[in-house]
C-alpha cells in the first residue's frame, strides 16, 4: 500500500498509552507469524506489527508450494487465525514501527504509527456492501494489478483482520459507500494512531521486496502486455485467481507457448545483483507443472543459466517436471521482441549447441523476478546500529553460529529479512528467533536476579 508517514508529519494524530511486551515482532509474513506463535506458546506477551492491511506475507498469495504442491493459502490461513486469536498475541496491522530505542538492555521504547482505514474496524462487518456500491475500480495490487478492486474494499477473502479500507488516493468523495454501510462505520475524518509500547526484545522478520522486472528494459515487461512477472502467474495459478482460465492479457487467448525467463534480476551484475535468489528456480518448475495440469496442450520452455535444485525433494522434482515434457533450454536470454499479434521472439544464447545465437516464438513469457532486500529497516534503530551486508540483508556478527542474532543486543532477525530463501526455512527461523529471544530474556533475567534460572514470561 502506498502510505509512507512519518510521526512528525501527523500533528493530529491520536497518541495511545504506552504497552509493555515481552517482545515485538516486526513482519506478519511466515516467519513473523512462526516468531509470533512459538513466543505467545511460551506464555510471553507478544506484539505483531505489520505494515499491510493483513498479516500474511508474500504466501497468501502464492499458488502451491514446491516441491509437495501443497495448497499455499490452506498452510497459510489456519496460520494466520492462529496468530490473529492468540490470547498473547497483539496484532497491529496497517502499522509501521517509525522509532526503537534501546533504554538498556530488555528494554526498548518503540512508536508505531497506525494508518488510517477511513473505516471503524471494530464496527465493520466485513459485509462488502461498500465495495459493491463503490464505482471507482482500480488495479488490484493483490492480483498483481490483473484484476480489478474498488476504492472502499476488503483486501482479500482471506484478510485478517476482515475489515474493509478507503483508498483515499483514487476516492471521489461521491459518499457511496457511506451510504450503504448498514451500520455507519465509514469515518473519513479518521487519523492515524501513534501507539507507543515498551518491548523487551525484537525480532524483525520483515521479509523481501521483487525485483523490478522493468530495470530490464530489454525484456520490456511493462510494455509488452504478454510479459508478466512470476508473481503474476502465481495468481493466475492460485484458487483465488483472477479469471477462471489462464489467458494472455494482450487478447484474453488461452497460451499455447510459454517461455520462463530465469535469473531476472538474480545472478546479474548488470543490475548490481550478484547472489542466487534460491527459489526461482523451483518456483518456476513447480509453475510449469501446473501449468501442465491447467493447459494440458501448452508447451512449456524455461530458459535457464543453472538449475539450483538444491533442497528436500528439489532434485527428484525437477527430474520430474523433465519428465513431464517440460523444455529445458540453458541459454540466457538477451532481449525480447513484440510481434504484431502480440507473440514474443527471444533471442538467447543456446548454450548446449555451441553457444549460437537463437530465437524462439511464445505466446506469453514469464520473468522470474528475483528476491531483494526489503526496504531499510534499520532506520527504525535511533541510538544503535543494526548492520547490514552490502547488499542490504540484516547481517548477524556470527552468520555461521547464530544466523538469527544481529548487531544490536536483544534485536533477532528471520526469514528473507536475512537472505532468500523459500518457506520452510523461513518458518525454521521464525522459531529459531524465538529461541534466540526467549534465552536473551532468560539471561537477563539471571543477570539481574543473579538466580540459576529465573526468567520467563514477564
Ligand atoms: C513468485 C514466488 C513464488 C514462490 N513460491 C514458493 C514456493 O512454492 N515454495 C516456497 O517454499 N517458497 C516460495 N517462494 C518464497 C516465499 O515467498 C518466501 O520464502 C516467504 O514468503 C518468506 O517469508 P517471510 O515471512 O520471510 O517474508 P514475507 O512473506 O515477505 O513477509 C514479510 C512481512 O513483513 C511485512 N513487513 C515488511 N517490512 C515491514 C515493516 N517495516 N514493518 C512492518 N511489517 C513489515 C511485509 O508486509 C510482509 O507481510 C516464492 C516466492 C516468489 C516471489
Ligand atoms: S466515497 Fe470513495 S470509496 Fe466511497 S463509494 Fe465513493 S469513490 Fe468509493
Ligand atoms: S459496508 Fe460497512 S460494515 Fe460492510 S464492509 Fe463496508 S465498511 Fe464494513
Redesign the pocket.
Known amino acids: 500500500m502506498n502510505i509512507e508517514p512519518s510521526i512528525h508529519e501527523f500533528g493530529g494524530s491520536k497518541e495511545l498509552p504506552e504497552e509493555r511486551h515481552d517482545v515485538m515482532v ?9 516468531a509470533a506463535l512459538d513466543m505467545g506458546d511460551m506464555g510471553f506477551k507478544v506484539l505483531l ?4 492491511p ?6 497468501y ?6 516441491p509437495t504442491l501443497d495448497c ?1 493459502s490452506c498452510i497459510s490461513t489456519p496460520r494466520m487465525a492462529s496468530t490473529a486469536h492468540h490470547k498473547n498475541i497483539t496484532m497491529l496491522t496497517y ?3 517509525k522509532e526503537a530505542i534501546k533504554e538498556g538492555e530488555g528494554n526498548f521504547r518503540v512508536r508505531i504509527l497506525e494508518k488510517p482505514r477511513y473505516v471503524d474496524s471494530a464496527a465493520c462487518t466485513a459485509c462488502s456492501l461498500c465495495e459493491k456500491a463503490c464505482p471507482v475500480i482500480v488495479p488490484s495490487e493483490y492480483d498483481g494489478n490483473l484484476s480489478g478492486r474498488k476504492a472502499a474494499f476488503i483486501p482479500f477473502d482471506t484478510a485478517l483482520p476482515k475489515v474493509a479500507m478507503i483508498d483515499l488516493d483514487n476516492c471521489i468523495y461521491c459518499g457511496a459507500c457511506e451510504r450503504a454501510c448498514p451500520v455507519g462505520c465509514i469515518d473519513f475524518l479518521q487519523t492515524p494512531k501513534l501507539h507507543t509500547a515498551r518491548v523487551r526484545s525484537v525480532i524483525l ?6 525485483f523490478d522486472a522493468k530495470l530490464k528494459p530489454t525484456y520490456h515487461y511493462g510494455e509488452y502486455p504478454n510479459v508478466i ?3 503474476q ?2 495468481r493466475y495459478l492460485s484458487p483465488t485467481r483472477p479469471t477462471h482460465a489462464i489467458v494472455r492479457p494482450s487478447d484474453g487467448k488461452e497460451p499455447g507457448s510459454i517461455a520462463y525467463v530465469l535469473c531476472v534480476g538474480s545472478r546479474d551484475d548488470t543490475v548490481k545483483n550478484p547472489y542466487c ?1 534460491q ?2 528456480c ?2 518456476s518448475i ?2 510449469a507443472q501446473l501449468l501442465m495440469g491447467a493447459l494440458p496442450l501448452a508447451d512449456i520452455a524455461i530458459y535457464y543459466i543453472d538449475i539450483r535444485a538444491f533442497g528436500k525433494g528439489f532434485e527428484e522434482f525437477y527430474v520430474q517436471t523433465k519428465a513431464m515434457g517440460v523444455n529445458f533450454v540453458k541459454g540466457k536470454i538477451a532481449k525480447i521482441e513484440q510481434q504484431e499479434n502480440g507473440d514474443l521472439t527471444l533471442f538467447y544464447e543456446d548454450i548446449e549447441n555451441g553457444g549460437r545465437l537463437s530465437k524462439s516464438s511464445h505466446d506469453l513469457v514469464v520473468l ?2 528475483g ?1 531483494m532486500p ?2 531499510d ?1 534499520a532506520g ?1 534503530f535511533k541510538n544503535d546500529e543494526l548492520k547490514l551486508d552490502p547488499i542490504g540483508w540484516i547481517k548477524s556478527p556470527d552468520e555461521a553460529g547464530s544466523p538469527m542474532v544481529t548487531s544490536i543486543r536483544g534485536v533477532f532477525a ?4 536475512i537472505g ?8 525454521v ?2 522459531s529459531g528467533a524465538a529461541i534466540d529471544a526467549v534465552a536473551y530474556l532468560w539471561t537477563l533475567d539471571r543477570e539481574r536476579t543473579g538466580a540459576e534460572k529465573k526468567g520467563g514470561p514477564s
Not at 61 to 66: E, I, R
Open positions: 516486526v513482519g506478519g509474513g511466515i516467519c513473523g507469524m512462526q506489527v505489520e505494515k499491510e493483513s498479516i500474511g506475507g508474500v504466501m498469495k502464492l499458488s502451491k508450494t514446491f499455499s502499522s509501521e514501527v522478520a520483515t521479509g523481501f521486496r521483487l512477472t512470476s508473481m502467474m502465481e535468489s527459489v526461482c523451483m518456483y513447480k509453475q522470474a523476478v528476491i526489503g526496504k529497516v527504525i528471520a526469514g528473507t529479512a532468500p530463501k523459500d518457506i520452510p526455512d523461513s518458518a527461523e521464525g
